[in-house]
Each structure stands twice: as C-alpha cells, then as structure tokens.
C-alpha cells in the first residue's frame, strides 16, 4: 500500500464524470488527487477521493492558467513535482503548448503541441491517417461560398458541418455539428455559420450511413515508444444528441481491425501517453473510417477500469518511473451508463417510437458501470441528482 503522506500526486484538471473516474482510480490506489476546475459547482470535488478542491482560472486563459499553476507550486511546495491530467481538449491545449514551461514545475504526460496538434486539428488527423492507409469518411474544406458551389456536384446527402477545431466551432456556434439533407439546406447553413465562424474553421463531411446498430467505436490506449502498452475498444450504444454526441450507454467490444488501424496511427504520430480514436464501420465497402482522435481520457473510461485495464493509474506508474505490465486483454459484454442522461434519451426515443420500453430494459441486463452512482463514493451522485436542473439547462 502506498504512503499517501510521501507519495508524489495528481492535479486533475476539469470536471464531471470524467474527471471523477480519474480521481476514483487514482484515489483507490491511495494516490492523493487534486481537482481544478474554473467552477465551484461540480461533482468531482465531492468524490470521498478528492484530496483537495481549488478553484482555477480557465484554460482557455492560457497565461493566467499556466501562471496560476507556477503560483501554485509556490504557495503549496506538496504539490511541485505532481501528474498533471487533463480532462478537456482546452486544458490539453494549454499543456501541450506551455508543457516545456510548467515541466519545471510539474510532470507533465500531455504530448508537446508538435504532435498533439495532429488529434486537436482534424485536418491534421485526417491527413496523417491518409499517409497511413487508415480510411477516412470523404470530407471537403470549403474556403468560401464560391468553393461551396464548385464541390455541390461532388457531395452526397446527408453531410454534417462541423468545425475543424471542434472547441472554437462549439464556442461560436452553441453545437457541436449541423446535419443537412439538401443542396439548399446547406447553402443556407454555410452562409449564416460565416456570420460567426471563418471559412478556414469549416468541414464538410459525409454521414457513414447504417442502421442503428451501426455504432460508434473508440479504440484507446496508453501508448509509448511506438508500442501499444495497453489497450480497450468500446462502441457507443445511445449517446446525446444521436448520431453526433456523447456516449449516455456503451460497451465493451473486441474488434482486431480497429485496433490495427488506432495502432497504426499511433505510430505514425510517435505518440506517448493516453488516447481514444473513434471509428465508425463504413457499409458501402466494409472499411472502418476514422471519426475523429482525443489526446485524453474520453467521458466513458471507467468502463475499460472495470474490464481491467486501468489507464489513469497506468500512466501515472509510467511517469513515476515504475514498472508497467502491458494489457494485452481485456473483459468483453460490460456495459456502462450515465443514469440520468440514458434515461432522458430513453424518453426521447420512446415518445419518437424508435425505441420499446421492453427493449430498453433489457439492454440494461447484464454487468454495468456506472458512471456515477458508486457504493464506495456515495456523495457525487446524490450531489448529481440534486443539481440535476441545473445541469439539464446548462448542458
């Protein structure tokens, strides 16, 4: 058992049910764990794991965040030395671009902006992944309206718009990607996004079609030296908004493909440390094609926790300089949920009659992580549960 009183921590940086799984983890290994966050209302500060909480100026303040972070090693000299893990693509941002400057200070897993700009900019990915025979859905870059009309020919409906940089285009625009169906739909979409959006922060992309049980898979891994340590593979059952959100129900899958194509991109990247890289089955031809990449832990890693394959605590041994024994499997059929969003979806299906009480009942037999409710940590959900107003209407 570690001494928590010697034992060099970790300052999650972010919040939510993805921040509370890295605290669990690391917290139930007797690592003490600090939570960051730019918001005093927040689920993770009341996990029986969290240490301390603080509150922090947001990433997306970039000197003021990093300069925070410097006054903080001065002011707590406990905590110089510490993991800094990132729950956000803003706070990976920051790290990767002042990751030499708070390495004086900090251990610091996030890979510099040299290579994490390649999973930040989908451009990027998508162009390393061509280079790697790693398929990808057909995707345009209209660099004004008169571009838009040159391609119209060469587009197929339904496509979605969505931005390059996902975080400066859910900034501007309040949503993550517009679906349209039309040649018109989309003229009128593209011309009223530049009204708060640049041509060059703009894609086009094709929707992979199938039928409902055509998911969406993540492939993660914590990955060093161009070798693949660890790895787990989930796909999305439900998620919010449909076709184009985050996972409310998913589960744990073995597909060989997948993980060959995220290993091969992996490499090609020379990447270190922890990712999820998704990937939705094409079946025109069969092929996986790449979605998009997160240089991070995603919303649903719990769930590779308990099918065995622990990554927060997993990079942490890594970057204490001790032993690390790869996973080379992992428990297949395990399912995880999010209370209170699956159900809100439920309604929503049920009311649109996509889907049969009956039949959601029964995708909930069998074994389940939740992604909040937790015996041994009582308190983030009950918290959850009351706040649940709140977090409807700011979602």
């Given at each position: 058992?570690?001494?928590?009183?010697?034992?060099?921590?970790?300052?999650?940086?972010?919040?939510?049910?993805?921040?509370?799984?890295?605290?669990?983890?690391?917290?139930?290994?007797?690592?003490?764990?600090?939570?960051?966050?730019?918001?005093?209302?927040?689920?993770?500060?009341?996990?029986?794991?969290?240490?301390?909480?603080?509150?922090?100026?947001?990433?997306?303040?970039?000197?003021?965040?990093?300069?925070?972070?410097?006054?903080?090693?001065?002011?707590?000299?406990?905590?110089?030395?510490?993991?800094?893990?990132?729950?956000?693509?803003?706070?990976?941002?920051?790290?990767?671009?002042?990751?030499?400057?708070?390495?004086?200070?900090?251990?610091?897993?996030?890979?510099?902006?040299?290579?994490?700009?390649?999973?930040?900019?989908?451009?990027?990915?998508?162009?390393?992944?061509?280079?790697?025979?790693?398929?990808?859905?057909?995707?345009?870059?209209?660099?004004?309206?008169?571009?838009?009309?040159?391609?119209?020919?060469?587009?197929?409906?339904?496509?979605?718009?969505?931005?390059?940089?996902?975080?400066?285009?859910?900034?501007?625009?309040?949503?993550?990607?517009?679906?349209?169906?039309?040649?018109?739909?989309?003229?009128?979409?593209?011309?009223?996004?530049?009204?708060?959006?640049?041509?060059?922060?703009?894609?086009?992309?094709?929707?992979?079609?199938?039928?409902?049980?055509?998911?969406?898979?993540?492939?993660?891994?914590?990955?060093?030296?161009?070798?693949?340590?660890?790895?787990?593979?989930?796909?999305?059952?439900?998620?919010?908004?449909?076709?184009?959100g985050t996972a409310t129900f998913a589960e744990s899958i073995y597909i060989p493909e997948i993980k060959e194509l995220g290993t091969r991109i992996l490499k090609a990247m020379n990447y270190y440390g922890i990712s999820e890289i998704e990937f939705k089955k094409d079946p025109r031809d069969g092929n996986?094609?790449?979605?998009?990449?997160?240089?991070?832990?995603?919303?649903?890693?719990?769930?590779?926790?308990?099918?065995?394959?622990?990554?927060?605590?997993?990079?942490?041994?890594?970057?204490?300089?001790?032993?690390?024994?790869?996973?080379?499997?992992?428990?297949?059929?395990?399912?995880?949920?999010?209370?209170?969003?699956?159900?809100?979806?439920?309604?929503?299906?049920?009311?649109?009659?996509?889907?049969?009480?009956?039949?959601?009942?029964?995708?909930?037999?069998?074994?389940?992580?939740?992604?909040?409710?937790?015996?041994?940590?009582?308190?983030?959900?009950?918290?959850?549960?009351?706040?649940?107003?709140?977090?409807?209407?700011?979602?």
């Amino acid at each position: 058992m570690r001494n928590t009183e010697n034992s060099l921590g970790v300052i999650v940086i972010g919040d939510h049910v993805q921040a509370l799984g890295i605290i669990r983890s690391l917290g139930r290994h007797h690592i003490p764990v600090y939570l960051l966050h730019d918001k005093n209302l927040c689920i993770g500060k009341f996990s029986r794991y969290t240490k301390r909480f603080i509150r922090a100026p947001s990433p997306s303040n970039e000197l003021e965040f990093v300069n925070f972070l410097i006054r903080l090693t001065k002011n707590e000299q406990q905590v110089k030395g510490w993991i800094l893990m990132p729950t956000n693509d803003t706070a990976v941002y920051t790290l990767s671009r002042h990751k030499e400057t708070l390495e004086e200070y900090y251990k610091v897993p996030t890979p510099s902006w040299n290579i994490v700009k390649f999973a930040y900019n989908k451009r990027l990915t998508y162009s390393i992944a061509e280079k790697n025979n790693v398929p990808v859905p057909k995707t345009f870059y209209p660099e004004n309206p008169n571009t838009l009309h040159e391609i119209l020919s060469s587009i197929t409906f339904p496509v979605i718009i969505k931005g390059i940089v996902g975080r400066y285009f859910y900034q501007k625009t309040g949503i993550k990607a517009f679906k349209v169906n039309s040649e018109e739909e989309l003229i009128e979409k593209y011309t009223n996004l530049l009204s708060v959006v640049k041509p060059s922060e703009i894609m086009i992309q094709e929707v992979i079609h199938g039928s409902s049980s055509n998911h969406v898979y993540s492939f993660c891994s914590f990955f060093k030296n161009r070798e693949l340590v660890a790895f787990w593979i989930g796909q999305k059952i439900r998620e919010h908004p449909k076709d184009l959100g985050t996972a409310t129900f998913a589960e744990s899958i073995y597909i060989p493909e997948i993980k060959e194509l995220g290993t091969r991109i992996l490499k090609a990247m020379n990447y270190y440390g922890i990712s999820e890289i998704e990937f939705k089955k094409d079946p025109r031809d069969g092929n996986f094609k790449l979605i998009e990449m997160n240089a991070r832990t995603w919303l649903w890693h719990s769930l590779a926790i308990r099918c065995g394959v622990d990554f927060p605590y997993l990079l942490y041994r890594d970057m204490m300089e001790e032993s690390v024994t790869p996973v080379t499997s992992f428990r297949e059929n395990v399912k995880w949920i999010h209370i209170y969003t699956d159900i809100g979806i439920m309604i929503r299906e049920v009311l649109k009659k996509n889907l049969k009480i009956r039949d959601y009942l029964s995708s909930l037999k069998g074994e389940k992580e939740f992604a909040v409710l937790s015996l041994d940590d009582p308190l983030p959900f009950i918290v959850e549960t009351l706040i649940l107003p709140y977090l409807w209407k700011n979602r």
